[in-house]
């Protein structure tokens, strides 16, 4: 028995989590799983109504969960960086969530604006580290609201944090057994600090494992490439910064953010799973969104708590629906509502 935290969020959230729980429930039902789900009512709604994002109570509760299923956050009354800052990007320092795990892969049938190219081509996954780097907050204004104003925004990477972070990407890598490569992200040219420390320890690291190989990239390169030839990737490995902007440029080199699903993880504790789309707040309740990240996500959280075959059944049954029956991933545009799409990947799941 899996207890499994709810939180559908704000905007579209709880219209493709529904589907999302809708499809978990039928691949757990074809292989065994238990599952108790329970919902959690934070985000935009429960701030405007009381002023928390997310109670330290909750987070309490949180942590004695297997995992963490999340539909969006955003809300348009709510000014941005409270709910980011209050709830995910709590979540994920909190929890130690210090992974954040993106494939970017090409379904059948789902269109990319990368030309010549098809799923035989882009599949590739991102480790991105998730707990250090610019997102610690750690700054200050000099002189603010003065010509001689400065901001200063610190990167931190420690020791620690970007080994784990390198050691998690060297096992996935393995674990993958694809094309066995790792590739640095970085920017070694000019950020002569972080990204010595991060080069070092990727190549001190790289010798426990012979049979992956190893490279790097600058990130503006990568960039390039990613278009050029996504091909060439296998799993990406770089810093909080970078990876949050590379994987934005691989959700639209995978079709869109209507298949873009990620997780944030802790190897030794609770993770959690979403739809990396937002909650794209001008669709909330027409019933057009797309869900199939969330969708994906639930994939995503099965396959880390170790059930291969219902998160395998998932996916086959995902990459079914976009080859014969989708029009685009797009919302209002697929040929079928959010509930239908969900419908039709329950329905393709007795197929696979």
């Known amino acids: 028995m899996y207890k499994i935290a709810v939180i559908p969020g704000d905007g579209t959230g709880p219209e493709v989590m529904r589907e999302g729980l809708k499809v978990l429930d039928a691949a757990a039902g074809k292989t065994g799983i238990k599952c108790e789900k329970i919902m959690y009512d934070v985000g935009g709604e429960r701030y405007k109504r009381t002023g928390e994002v997310l109670p330290d109570s909750v987070l309490d509760e949180l942590r004695t ?14 000014r941005p960086g409270i709910l980011e800052k209050g709830l995910l990007l709590k979540l994920r320092f909190s929890l130690e969530q210090y992974i954040n795990l993106r494939p970017v892969k090409l379904y059948p049938g789902v269109w990319t604006p990368v030309k010549d190219k098809g799923p035989e081509d882009i599949d590739f996954v991102f480790v991105r580290e998730n707990n250090e780097g610019l997102y610690v907050g750690e700054g200050e204004f000099i002189n603010k609201g003065t010509p ?22 060297f096992e996935y890598t393995k674990k993958r057994n694809k094309q066995n490569k790792l590739t640095l992200v970085g920017k070694t ?21 012979p049979t992956v190989k190893t490279d790097y990239a600058h990130v ?6 990613m278009i050029k030839n996504p091909e060439w990737f296998d799993v990406l ?17 995978q079709g869109g953010m209507g298949i873009a699903a990620g997780g944030n993880i802790n190897p030794e504790g609770v993770s959690m799973f979403e739809p990396i789309g937002g909650s794209a707040p001008k669709y909330t309740g027409k019933n057009v969104i797309n869900p199939l990240a969330a ?3 639930g994939s995503m ?16 049954a995902v990459m079914d629906v976009t080859a014969t029956k989708l029009k685009s991933l797009s919302a209002g545009k697929m040929g079928y509502s959010t ?14």
């Open 301 to 316: 959280l099965l396959e880390e708590l170790g059930e291969h075959e219902a998160a395998d059944l998932i996916e086959k």
């Open 65 to 78: 969960t297997d995992a963490i299923y999340l539909g969006a956050v955003g809300h348009p009354d709510v």
């Open 189 to 209: 040219n000019v950020l002569t600090y972080a990204f010595d420390l991060w080069e070092r320890a990727f190549n001190e690291m790289a010798k426990e494992y």
């Open 148 to 169: 001689q104003e400065i901001a200063l925004q610190v990167s931190r990477n420690t020791r620690k944090g970007v080994d784990r972070c390198l050691r998690y990407a």
């Open 295 to 297: 969708i994906c996500a």
């Open 339 to 352: 509930s239908e799409v969900g419908d039709l990947v329950v329905e393709a799941l007795d197929k696979v």
């Open 220 to 225: 503006d390169a990568t960039c390039m490439w």
């Open 237 to 253: 490995v770089t810093d909080n910064m970078f990876g949050d902007i590379l994987t934005d440029l691989g959700a639209m080199v």
